[in-house]
């Protein structure tokens, strides 16, 4: 009970449900996209059928991830590897064109469940993160995200695409726990503990570094599709 008091707990619960819903939209145009040919009585089945699958399967990965980033310079790895994610997060990377619509319920469910596996890995390495190790802390977060991924995909789609401003706030988040993330990283245990005082200069960093590196690349994607078309 003590951990439920405890205001760090909250705020990294909040971080593993923002990563989450933030994350989650890719996640929500692979679902459509491999159920758009079905009827509509089937496409809630592939839905619901493909998404608990997807999420049981990232579930495992998750707890594979919390062990890993207890190796040393693993988490060196994972903080680079999230501040990739955020900067693409921003920058606008859609893989999806390609993936086929089925007419097929169990094709339509495999292909919800692979392609959504594929692409979680970024969801995988920011809860992970966001958890440092807190095994409740992991199991509250996904069971409370299972819903929003599930059911908002659409409303999280349309809240995004009228407020930009949330998946910026997400993209600098990822910044700041791969901030974090690093100066946790065992290789350097020993100096960390004796610089605390430096504890929020890499977060910080890291999310600026996330947000100008990808709006940069944003705008610089935006001028070159300008001049293409043009």
């Not at 893989?95 to 089925?102: C, P, R, S, T, Y």
């Not at 979680?120 to 440092?132: H, Q, R």
């Not at 990283?185 to 504890?199: F, G, K, Q, R």
Request: with cysteine; proline share 4%; charged share 10%.
């Amino acid at each position: 009970m003590t951990m439920l008091t405890s205001p760090e707990f909250w705020l990294a619960l909040s971080q593993i449900i923002l990563i989450n819903i933030v994350l989650s939209g890719d996640n929500a145009v692979v679902i459509a996209l491999a159920s758009r040919s079905l009827p509509p009585q089937q496409q809630k089945m592939a839905i619901l059928a493909g998404s608990v699958g997807a999420i049981v399967l990232r579930i495992v990965l998750t707890f594979f991830a919390v062990y890993l980033l207890s190796l040393p310079y693993l988490k060196l790895a994972g903080a680079a590897l999230l501040l990739w994610i955020g900067i693409g997060l921003l920058k606008g990377e859609d893989g999806d064109e390609d993936l086929e619509g089925h007419s097929n319920l169990a094709a339509a469910i495999k292909t919800i469940i692979v392609a959504d596996l594929v692409m979680s890995l970024d969801n995988v390495i920011g809860v992970a993160a966001a958890a440092k190790g807190n095994i409740v802390l992991l199991v509250v977060g996904l069971a409370v995200s299972i819903p929003l991924i599930i059911y908002g995909s659409t409303l999280i789609l349309k809240v995004m695409t009228r407020f930009p401003i949330i998946i910026t706030f997400g993209a600098a988040l990822l910044g700041w726990v791969a901030g974090e993330m690093a100066f946790s990283d065992p290789s350097i245990h020993t100096w960390a503990e004796s610089h605390h005082n430096l504890h929020l200069i890499p977060p910080v960093l890291c999310a600026l570094l996330v947000v100008a590196v990808g709006k940069w690349m944003q705008s610089r994607n935006a001028g070159a599709r300008v001049e293409h078309a043009g």
